[in-house]
C-alpha cells in the first residue's frame, strides 16, 4: 500500500475541518454595521432575513443560504441581462460574514 506524503498528507483534511467549523459556527453578538452596494430595498430585505437567522441560532451557512434565496434572488430579476458585482457585509463583534 502507498504511504501517504509526510508533509502533505492530511494537509486537506485539517483545511476542510476549519472550513466545516467556520460555516458551521453561530454568530453571537451585536451587529455593528452593513456595508453594501446593493440597492436599498435588497440590502433591507437582506439585512432582514440574515438578522432572523442570526436571532433563530442558524448556523452561518444557513444564514448566508436563506438570505441568497429569500432576498438575493430578487438581484438577478432587477439586473436581467448586466453584470452586477454585489456584496453585503455584516459586520458583528467578532464576525464579518460577507455575501
Known amino acids: 500500500m502507498a504511504q501517504a506524503c509526510k ?15 467556520a460555516v458551521n459556527a453561530k454568530i453571537s453578538g451585536e451587529l455593528i454595521e452593513v456595508e453594501s452596494n446593493l440597492p436599498e430595498d435588497i440590502k433591507d430585505r437582506a439585512l432582514s432575513v440574515f438578522k432572523s437567522a442570526v436571532s433563530e441560532k442558524y448556523p452561518i451557512i444557513q444564514a448566508v443560504e436563506k438570505v441568497q434565496k429569500e432576498a438575493l434572488g430578487e438581484i438577478e430579476t432587477v439586473f436581467k441581462g ?8 455584516f459586520y458583528f463583534d467578532s464576525w464579518l460574514v460577507t455575501i
Open 7 to 21: 508533509a502533505t498528507g492530511g494537509a486537506g483534511l485539517s483545511h476542510s475541518k476549519g472550513y466545516e467549523d
Open 82 to 89: 448586466q453584470r452586477f458585482k454585489g456584496f453585503i457585509k
